[in-house]
């Protein structure tokens, strides 16, 4: 009779000690908690190369990342035989008459710059007529006229030669350039308004998107 006694003793402490834990093991709302906060930290970060203690130079690709250029393109299509040295001379000095800053990228830019950090431009566009685009950008951004660079031939060489730290690029030639020269890359959504089509894989290397950089 003891023994029953003890028994029933024990099952009532089981089921004590379980009916406390079990609500304790399946509380769901935590993660759901944690995953609000992510968001909500995700959404606040223009760029996680502002956030980088080790970042001191930057590089920004002109065309579809600092300037939605598809206007002057037009101009030198319909003015030259494509990719001739007039071709481009029209290009580069058409931006300040026809080209549109995109915000987004410009306000990462202006973040850097109030960081103290050294800002460069490389774009692929042929040098011919390129000193009325370096002036133009230069006046506008605050940026030395010598900080501009022109590299059709690909800009790996110099984002590693100038020590870049981070890239900002719109097309996958720009993020495999970072890449290879060893810095963050960092996407720029090009305009879907943009003219120009080439390859454009957000997220393909898993590089950083900037939200809402399409403007
Ligand atoms: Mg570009």
Redesign the pocket.
Known sequence: MKKIRLLISFLFFVGFITGCAAPQISQPPAPAAESSTQTQTQTQILSPALENPDVHEVGF?????LLFSSPAFDRGYAGAEPYTAEFWKIINSSDEEVSVIKEKCYEILKAHQDKGHKVYLI??RNSDGGEALKKYLSGKMSIPEKNIFFEPHGKTARIKELGIDAFY???DS?IRYAEEAEAIPIRIL?SPKSS?KGSCNPGCFNEFIVPDSEE
């Open positions: 690709d002109i065309d579809d990342t774009t692929s690029g719109d097309s720009d090009r120009y």
